[in-house]
Structure formats: structure tokens, C-alpha cells
């Protein structure tokens, strides 16, 4: 079998995510045959690194040994049970292993499958928290300008990227939508600290304004990661946690892109010293092998549900797989990789190295920003440097990046006109170079075609 067999019989009965299926009549469906570290595979023997961790889920890598062995042991016990009435051990451990991990006082530990999925139990959760409390005119949701939460009806209507959400807009609850801290926009020589403070401002005066009917703040901390990888300042997480704290406002993080190392903090939140009310998990969680997510929250929280069954204040929601004991395991060892190898440590000499590769964009032509934060780095590709003005979406220019980047053997996936790297922590920095050498050829590419 090779890729051409299985790519048309893929496009004879599939319909992929995020994708414009006639596109595939130009561009070839890749059908991988097998994973290993960074490297993908395919049925003609093709090698492509992948530098965007397959949609931002696998930290280390492919095929890892470990947590390989921690599923495998797994499927010989248990593979999944009902978890409502019903529990197991490897649930029990991982949620035990996220309340030690995750901020100060996040104590308990809802399992969802999905990231979506998560944002859905955070949203639901804290407009019933505040019903169970006496103050069911708290309906609203404030979330930021450029934001992105997931595709699930309620994820997308707090999610702010109109990409996405505008086809669906008449489907979609209203929120209140604050312009954000994207530092993109800070004045020549304003730095993302007091850029961050000052677009703050915004955010208190509707905090003030709209408290009342308000059940939460829903952020990405740090990074925008789907609004093309927009960065601001952690003293914004600090200021929008004491202003919720002042107007009694549930602060939700979704830190399902940026959990787990991204931005070189175990959870992004820890670099603003603060606790969120809701803390969203998935993608790294499991290493990128099985869907699977978490929502911590705190035991005031969890209180104002916990009552005689006949008051109806329980949180009724539910998901098949909750608590998936496969999923729990991978979770299970990937922590265990964390804590083993010290890997926020490790990571530095790779965040290190990518800065000094980022330097070189930073002259090019046609880029506008080069910024990082963490294991993430983001290259704005522009058509005029100078005024920023952007190629128009039309040309697809980023989809131009990627088609070079593939024939060079490299699975970057540009946002628009973002290029990005975020892979997985087992990348080399002789990989890295590459990357960054492909990068720099497929945008000189992309530019001039
Ligand atoms: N929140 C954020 C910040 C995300 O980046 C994503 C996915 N890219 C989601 C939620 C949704 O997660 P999922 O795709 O697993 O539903």
C-alpha cells in the first residue's frame, strides 16, 4: 500500500476537521504509517518532523516508551468503566497528581474528553455555582477579542475568532467581548508589561459596569494560541485576578494549549502567581495520545453543589468516557516524565535555542514581530514591514509555508500568516535548525510565489 492508494480511498468516505475538502483536489492527503519521536512517517517512506506537536497535543513525541508501556499495562486491567456510582485507581492517581500539580487551591478534579468539552463543564459549572448561590441574574460570560475556546456551541460563542464563530453567530449566546492585551498592537517601544497594564483598563471598566449579571472571565493565559499565537504579559493574569476577586467574578482559565510546559511554566498561571476558579486541561495531558480533559476547581466551589439529593443542586452533567481509564494512564505517565526528568528544567536549553533561531526572522523583509514565549514561537509574516499591512487572506500565503515546508520534510501548519513552531520537548536542537532553516526558505518561498 502506498500513499496514493490510501489517500483516495480516505477521500472516497472522509470528511477531515478544519478543512475545505476540495482542497485535497490539489493538495495531497498524507496518510502516516507510523510515529517516532518528532518524526512522522508515510506509506511511501516520506519523513516529516512534526514542529507543531500534531495540533499541539504531543510533548514527548511519538511512540514514547513510556507512556506506551503505561497504556499497554493498562488494557490488561481495565479499559474504561462507567464513572458515575463506579471508579478506578489510575482516575483516582491522575486526579490526585493534578490537584499537586495544578495552582493552590484547585481540589477537585472533573474529567471531560475533549478540550471543548472542558470549556463547556467550566462555563456550566460556574452559572450554576452562582444559581446553587442565590444570584441566578449572573448568565454573562466575558471573554477577550481574539480568543479561541474550542468548536462546541458554548466554547465557540466565548471564543471571539471569527473564523470560526461568525458562520454560526444566530447559534450562539450572547457574551460581552472586552478588546484585549494582544501585544501585536503595543506603540514602538512600549513594552508587553506596560502594554498588557494599559489595555487592562478596559477590562475593569466592564468588570465594574457588568459584575452583576457576570458569572466569569474566560481566558487563554498568556497566549492566544488559535488568534495566531497573540502574546501579552502576566501581570494582566494578576490584575484580572484581583478584579474578579473584587467584583465576585469566577475567573476561568483555559490553559488547554498552554498546560503542560508550552510556556515554560508547568501551567502559564504560575508565571502570575495565580489561582484561577477554573483551570481546563487536555491536549498535553495525556501526551498527545488520548482525548481526555480535566476542570479543577476549588472546594468552595465544589460545595455549593454538595447538598441533599431532593434540592436538585447536583451538576448533572455527563460524558460517556468520563474518567477513561486508557486516557487516565497516558495522563498518568506523562506527569510521571514531567516530575522523572525535570523537563520544565530540560526545556530551558530548548527555549534558549529557539530564541537565538527567532533572531534571524527578526530582519526578514517580510516579518512584522517574531515572538516567543516558552516552547512556542511565532513568526508574523506581513506584506509591508513597515506599516504591518497584511497579505490579504485570499493568497494564502501560510498554506504556501506549509506546501514548501512538507516537500523540505517538515509539518509546519502556519495560522493564516503565522508561522509557528511548537513541538514536542524531545526535539533536538540540531532539529530545531532545521526547522528554523525550513521556515526561513518557505517564507522566502511564500513571498515571492
Ligand atoms: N481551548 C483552547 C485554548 C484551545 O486551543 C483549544 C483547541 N485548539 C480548545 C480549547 C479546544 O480543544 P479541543 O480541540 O480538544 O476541543
Known sequence: MDNQTFAERDLAVLWHPCTQMKDHEHLPMIPIKSGQGVWLEDFDGNRYLDAISSWWVNIFGHANPQINAAIKAQLDTLEHVIFAGFTHETGIKLAEKLVEITPAGLSRCFYADNGSAAVEVALKMSFHYWLNSGQPQKTKFITLENSYHGETLGALAVGNVALYKETYRPMLMDVITVPGPDCYYREPGESYADYSSRRFALMAEVLAQHANEVCAVIIEPLVQCAGNMRMYDAVYLKLLREACDQHNVHLIADEVAVGFGRTGTLFACEQAAISPDFLCLSKGLTGGYLPLSAVLTSDKIYQAFYDDYAKLTAFLHSHSY??????????????????????????????????????????HPHVAEVRQTGMILAIEMVKNKHTREAFAWQERRGMKVYQYALRQGVLLRPLGNVIYFMPPYVITEAELELLGEVAWQGINHAVNN
Not at 486508557?326 to 520544565?344: D, H, M, N, V
Open 322 to 363: 468520563t474518567g477513561n481509564a486508557l486516557a487516565c494512564s497516558a495522563a498518568l505517565a506523562t506527569i510521571g516524565i514531567f516530575q522523572q526528568q525535570a523537563i520544565i528544567d530540560s526545556n530551558r536549553r530548548l527555549i534558549a535555542k529557539m530564541a537565538e533561531i527567532a533572531t534571524r526572522f527578526t530582519e
